[in-house]
């Protein structure tokens, strides 16, 4: 199996979502992994399928108009400082079968070590917390929860994930603060490093096939579905 590694593109949350998307369902190549690091146009936050549209609304600053719903669960995020990055798995691959807590975990292990290699003291989380019966506070990373990574001295949350799994695979979309890393970062040499980690985890050899050949009408109108009320006040 390869994986197929996209080469980074930078656009706005509607867009950006939509590619994530066509990433799962309409890919060129759907027998084998792909993966993207990707950068945002501006100041944009994305937030979970399931979360209300007016929580979300009253989080984020009222001049931030680029906010779009993710098809992948989780808190809302903040993307102005982050480092995010979606990896598609394949229904071919045992992973696709393994509880989502396990291929949550599997990917954060890859994540922390290549951090790790970067003098970032990142581990994953081994523990939950035991529940209080509250609601979850519905905003990433303002706490660490079970197979996140964080911090090994501070305990700061450095970065989560969502998936979403369907007959054709699994997307897990993620976001790294690199705030919570402290110091700097080589993130070139990082995203090299974890791309390796995915490879070796997926026993997948690294490919770069440049651009997926879908169809651009489809990608064009499926970023007008994100960007539209319909999609992200739903609920």
């Known amino acids: 199996m390869n994986l197929e590694i996209l080469p980074v593109r930078t656009a706005g949350a509607a867009e950006n979502m939509a590619v994530d998307f066509l990433m799962l369902r309409r890919y060129p190549r759907p027998e084998v992994a792909r993966y993207r690091h990707y950068e ?89 917390e035991p529940a209080t019966g509250g609601e979850p506070a519905g905003v990433c990373f303002q706490q660490a929860e079970l197979f996140d990574v964080m911090h090994a001295s501070s305990g700061v949350k450095i970065a989560g994930a969502a998936q979403k799994r369907t007959g054709q695979g699994m997307l897990l979309q993620g976001s790294v603060w690199r705030p919570a890393c402290g110091g700097a970062v080589d993130w070139d040499a990082f995203g090299e490093a974890f791309e390796s980690g995915l490879a070796s985890l997926l026993g997948a050899k690294p490919a770069h096939p440049g651009w997926p050949e879908w169809n651009e009408d489809e990608e064009t109108a499926l970023t007008e579905q994100y960007a539209s009320p319909e999609w992200n006040e739903q609920r």
């Open 40 to 128: 945002w146009r501006g100041p944009a936050f994305t937030f979970g399928y399931s979360q209300k549209f007016g929580f979300v609304r009253a989080q984020v600053p009222a001049d931030v108009l680029d906010i779009c719903r993710r098809p992948t669960g989780g808190g809302l995020v903040d993307h102005s400082e982050d480092w995010t990055y979606a990896l598609v798995i394949p229904r071919a691959h045992a992973l696709w079968d393994a509880r989502a807590s396990e291929c949550y975990r599997a990917v954060h292990e890859c994540l922390a070590a290549a951090l790790a290699a970067k003098s970032v003291p990142a581990v994953v989380k081994k523990s939950a």
